[in-house]
Each structure stands twice: as C-alpha cells, then as structure tokens.
C-alpha cells in the first residue's frame, strides 16, 4: 500500500508519517493548529451558550 | 482672566505637578532605588564575569530604565482625576493637549531625568568605558521622554481601572521597544565601530514624532475616560 | 450589488446576516484546508536543503500574514467605531481580536517547530519572528483593556484607540526589531537556495485562502454572540426564537 506522490515515487504510509525524521516537528505544528482551531471553535460555542443565557435571565428579569 | 498664553499655560502646568511631586519626594526616590535595584539584579542573577556583563550593560540599563518609568506613570492622571481637577481642566477653554503636554514634562523630570543621571553611575557597575557612558547617557536623555509621552498614553487609557498599574506596562512596553532597540543599539555601536548616531538620531526622530502627536493622543483617551 | 449596505451596520440586521454566512464561510475553509494540505504534502515535492520539515510553512506563513491583516482589519473597524459611533464596528473588531491572537499564536508555534530542526534552537530571534511576538502582545493588550473596562462604550473607544496607536506602530517596530536583528546577525528565517517550486506556492496560497475563511466563520460566529450580550436588553433579542420562550 502507498501513496503515490508526483514529485518522486510512491512512499510508504509509515514514510509519509515519518516525515524524513521530521514527524515530530511537522505533525506537532499541524497538531498543535488543528487543537487552536478546536479549542477556537469551543470557546466560540460557549461564549454563544452564556450569551443566550444572559438573553433569558434579562427576559425572566423583564417579565 | 489673563488670556494665557500656550508657554504661559505649559510653564504653569509643570511648576504645579512639580510642586505636587516635590511634596512626595519619596515616590521619586522610590523610582531611582528600583532602577537600582533592578539594574543590580542583574549581575547576582548571570554572574560577575565582567566581560558577560560590559557586553549586557547597555541592553540591563536600558530594560531597567524603562520597567522604572513605567512606576510612577500610574499617578500621572489619577491623583487630578480623584480630586476632580481633571474634569475642570478638561473642562477648560486652553487647548487640553497643551495641558497634557506639560504634564508628560512634569513627568520625565520627575521620573526620568533621575534616571539619566543616574545612569553612568551605575553603568560603572557594569565596566562600561566612558564614551559608552556620555552614548548611554545622551539616549536616555532622549528617550526618556518618549517613555514618558508614549506612558502617558497609557496612563490615560487605563485611567480609574482596577489593576491598572500592570494593565499599563502591558499596553505601554511594546510601543516602546523601538526606543529601546535603538537606545541600547547606540551603545554597543561604540564598542563596535559602527555609527552611534544614526541610533541617536533615530531616537531623536521618534522624539519629535512623539512630542508632535502624543499630547494630542492622550488628551482623546483622557476625554474616552471621562465620559 | 445595489444592497443598502447601511441597513447591516445595524445590529439587528447583522445579526441574521451573520449566521446566514458562516456556512458559506465554513465549508470552503475546511474544504481549502483539505485541497491546500494535499498539494502541499502530496504534490509538493521534497526540499532539496530543508527536506519534509519545510511542509511546516504552509501553516507558518499562512497565519503569520493573517494574524498581522486580521490586526489591520481589527484597527480598521475599531477606528470606524470611533470616527463614527457604530456600535457594530466595534463589535466586529472585539470579535476580530481572539482569532488574530491565536493566529499569532500558531504562527510562533510552527515557527518555533520549524525552526528548531533547521537552526537548532526552539527560538530564534529573526525579525519576523519577534515582530510576531510583539504583535502578540500588542493583541493581549488590546483584549486586556476592553476586557478590564465594564461600561462597553469606554471599552470600545479606548481599545480602539490602542489599536491605533498600535497599528501606526507595528512599521516602526518591524523596522527596529529588522536592524537589530541584522546588527547581531541573527537568522533570518527563510528559503533558502532555489526559489519555489510551483506547487509549494499553490498550496501555500490555498492553505492562506483556507486561514482567512476560517477567520470570516469564526469572528462572524463570535460576534454574533457578542450582539447578543450587549443587545441583551433590546426586545429583538428577548424575542429570538434561538432563546428559547
């Protein structure tokens, strides 16, 4: 099994994970973006959660 | 009333902070120790190897000078702002810049012309030779007033807020880290043959630029604060 | 497109428009995302000095250049809230501000991990590498101030002036952060040898296209929350449907 890349050969999947002996250096970056961006998205939910918190406790206070 | 005069005003304006600071002359003296002591921080935390420390000098002195004028910047507004005099300068048919400005002048004589004199003293610490002294001295000259108008600023920003005193440096430090480059640049430029005054000068540039829009800044964050 | 843009400067009407145009923000983000990282990774060849570890500049240098534009941007709209008064500009600039710093973020982290393999320190201090630090701190302050100031329109205004100030700042400090890196001969981050390969720069583009559209989701989604918070006593909030009855 091997991907098939246009620049050299094929490589092996456990090639392409290793990154040349890099692995560490490139999946840590693309790791560490891809935790950013969940953590991100989390934070936005929640702040969209507490606003419309806020929104009913302003309506119960209002009723 | 007199028209005063925009001089007549500025003079006006830093011999009563002036005033008000020489009646606290602890808070002045407070700034110079903390200069001190940072400055003598240093060495105990790297080691006293000397030729480490002639190299770091310029770079220690200058960081110290800046965290020292970044104290006092606190009371620059808030002392006229708790009594209300704030609100009647503003209030006041003279320009509010000019008022600023004196203010900032008030300052840097308070806070950072200890400073600059205090300096080579203790870069003496630091086995710095003295042409690197008289550079050293001639860019906090310098760019002590520009820690001061860029402070000030801040100062009124933050004017009134809880935590303000850090809130501050964290708003104020990065602007200044030009006025740094540049004041600690001058210094390694003499040891290094390369041209001290170029540095100056560029210092000198970012003076003028402040002395030209700072006042005015600060005197919209003031009025942003009061409202 | 003769829409009255005016009519979305309010609050009222952003809001809905917002969350209509997340998604078309969202699914194209992931799927650049998808096409950028293909091509870089698979199509992209090897690099002859730096070999895979380069594959790191197709989110190093994508979220540098977006986490300084999303400052401008952010300085831009905070500066309309000012000059004019526009609830929403500022709104949109405090929403701005987490997704620039965490770019910011991500751009020190990749640079950190890129660099280390190639130079041999965790940290280098390149000029663009501490200018992207500073810009970090330059975005916590901003976040810092409006966050310790509780009456929202002090908040905006004042923040908004730091961004100003800030931004009228970044040149002058990239270029003494550039000339002190030079005199101290301190590394400069960046290709070395032969120019790109085509394919490095397509994926390169992809990946920045992918970022921005991400940014678009995210600040649209967050600043809708942030309408909701400071509209909260508005009877167009109170009758959401979103709000539950």
């Not at chain 2, 420390?53 to 006229?80: E, I, N, Q, Y």
């Not at chain 2, 003279?94 to 950072?112: D, E, F, R």
């Not at chain 3, 002058?172 to 394919?199: C, D, E, P």
Request: hydrophobic share 60%.
């Amino acid at each position: 099994m091997g991907v098939r890349i246009e620049g050299g050969g094929a490589v092996s999947i456990a090639e392409f994970f290793n990154m040349g002996g890099y692995a560490f250096y490139v999946w840590g970056s693309y790791g560490v973006t891809v935790l950013v961006f969940v953590v991100e998205i989390l934070m936005v939910k929640h702040k969209r959660k507490s606003a419309l918190q806020q929104v009913r406790l302003m309506r119960e206070a209002g009723e | 009333m007199n028209q005063l005069t925009v001089f007549n005003l500025l003079v006006l304006v830093i011999r009563r902070d002036l005033l008000l600071a020489m009646r606290r002359r602890a808070d002045v003296m407070t700034i110079l120790v903390f200069f001190i002591l940072v400055v003598s921080l240093f060495p105990l935390g790297v080691g006293p190897e000397m030729d480490m420390l002639r190299k770091m000098a310029p770079g220690v002195l200058w960081v110290a000078a800046l965290l020292a004028s970044m104290l006092s910047l606190g009371r620059l507004f808030s002392a006229d702002y708790l009594d209300g005099t704030l609100e009647q300068m503003m209030l006041a048919p003279q320009s509010l810049s000019m008022l600023v400005l004196g203010k900032m002048i008030a300052h840097w004589v308070v806070s950072g012309l200890p400073l600059v004199l205090m300096a080579p003293v203790l870069g003496l610490q630091f086995d710095m030779s003295g042409q690197a002294l008289l550079v050293l001295m001639l860019g906090l000259l310098l760019g002590t007033p520009i820690l001061s108008m860029l402070g000030a600023i801040g100062a009124a920003l933050t004017l009134g807020l809880r935590g303000g005193g850090v809130l501050l440096s964290l708003l104020v430090l990065p602007l200044c880290i030009p006025v740094l480059i540049f004041g600690s640049g001058a210094v390694e430029a003499v040891a290094s043959g390369l041209s001290v005054v170029s540095n100056l000068s560029l210092i000198a540039a970012l003076l003028v630029l402040c002395l030209v829009f700072t006042p005015w800044v600060t005197a919209q964050a003031l009025r942003i604060s009061m409202e | 497109m003769a829409i009255n843009w005016f009519k979305y400067s309010a609050p009222t009407t952003f809001y809905g428009l917002a969350g209509r145009l997340v998604p078309w923000f969202a699914v194209p983000a992931a799927l650049l995302f998808a096409l950028g990282l293909y091509i870089g990774f698979f199509v992209a060849p090897v690099d002859a000095v730096q070999g895979e570890a380069y594959r790191i500049i197709f989110i190093h240098v994508p979220a540098s250049i977006l986490s300084m534009f999303l400052y401008l941007i952010m300085a831009g709209y905070a500066a309309l809230g000012l000059i004019f008064n526009t609830r929403l500009s500022s709104m949109m600039a405090t929403a701005l501000a987490p997704t620039g710093a965490l770019f910011a973020f991500i751009s020190l982290w990749t640079g950190a991990l890129w660099g280390k393999p190639m130079w041999g320190a965790w940290w280098v201090w390149d000029a663009r590498l501490t200018s992207e630090l500073i810009l970090l701190f330059l975005y916590f302050g901003f976040i810092a101030l409006h966050a310790s100031i509780d009456d929202a329109r002090r908040a905006d205004r004042a923040a908004a002036l730091l961004a100003i100030v800030g931004s009228v700042n970044v040149p002058i400090i990239y270029f003494s952060v550039k000339w002190w890196n030079t005199l101290h001969q301190g590394s400069t981050i960046k290709f070395t040898g032969t120019s790109m390969h085509v394919a490095m720069q397509q994926a390169m583009f992809v990946t920045l296209l992918a970022c921005w559209m991400y940014a678009v989701a995210v600040t649209l989604l967050r600043v809708r929350s942030i309408i909701l918070e400071r509209e909260r006593n508005t009877q167009w909030v109170s009758e959401l449907k979103e709000a539950g009855l």
